[in-house]
T-cell receptor, first 111, second 115 residues
């Protein structure tokens, strides 16, 4: 089992719809979870961090964490074409503090 | 802010030569820096973790004699790709973290092409 797993996509949604991105992780001791957005040829940029079970909202973005199920998700409301990118889930490992990335989900928002 | 600067952003080198990539934290002291490699359409793969003043910890499968990492100060880490080959062509990204903090900040990446 990979340490961090995501559906690779591509995920295609129409403009204005909700995009839902999912991620599971294997290390039960992990406490810190991150969502990054990466445009082609660019470095990742941090969108959201979440540390506690439940939802965390920031503008059009909502991160959801369920530690019992080892599951973290990202919802993007009112999706815009500019949201088209690869979204990377990252988990900070309990042992050693390494940040491990999933393979990324490619999101395409169609006008 | 927390700005991490990577240099160069692009480099082309001949097979068999060495290339050095710099990662600098511009406005904070980075006790830990991470080096990642990303091949096209793939995710970031952690290569090594470096702590200031000590030897880097390499991930399994990463050749420490080929990818030399130096973290000599709290604001600078370097990655040297020695005897580069075309299969080393990739996007190399560093990230830096302050002591005791959770978030790490990424540099803009270096596109290495070995011809």
């Amino acid at each position: 089992q990979k340490e961090v797993e995501q559906n690779s996509g591509p995920l295609s949604v129409p403009e204005g719809a909700i995009a839902s991105l999912n991620c599971t992780y294997s290390d039960r001791g992990s406490q810190s979870f991150f969502w990054y957005r990466q445009y082609s040829g660019k470095s990742p940029e941090l969108i959201m961090s979440i540390y506690s079970n439940g939802d965390k909202e920031d503008g059009r973005f909502t991160a959801q964490l369920n530690k019992a199920s080892q599951y973290v998700s990202l919802l993007i409301r009112d999706s815009q074409p500019s949201d088209s990118a690869t979204y990377l889930c990252a988990v900070k490992m309990y042992q050693g503090g390494k940040l491990i990335f999933g393979q990324g989900t490619e999101l395409s928002v169609k006008p | 802010g927390a700005v991490v600067s990577q240099h160069p952003s692009r480099v082309i080198c001949k097979s068999g030569t060495s290339v050095k990539i710099e990662c600098r934290s511009l406005d904070f002291q980075a006790t830990t820096m991470f080096w990642y490699r990303q091949f096209p359409k793939q995710s970031l793969m952690l290569m090594a973790t470096s702590n200031e003043g000590s030897k880097a910890t390499y991930e399994q499968g990463v050749e420490k004699d080929k990818f030399l990492i130096n973290h000599a100060s709290l604001t600078l880490s370097t990655l040297t790709v020695t005897s580069a080959h075309p299969e080393d062509s990739s996007f190399y990204i560093c990230s830096a973290r302050r002591s005791g903090e959770i978030e790490a900040f990424f540099g803009q990446g270096t596109r290495l092409t070995v011809v």
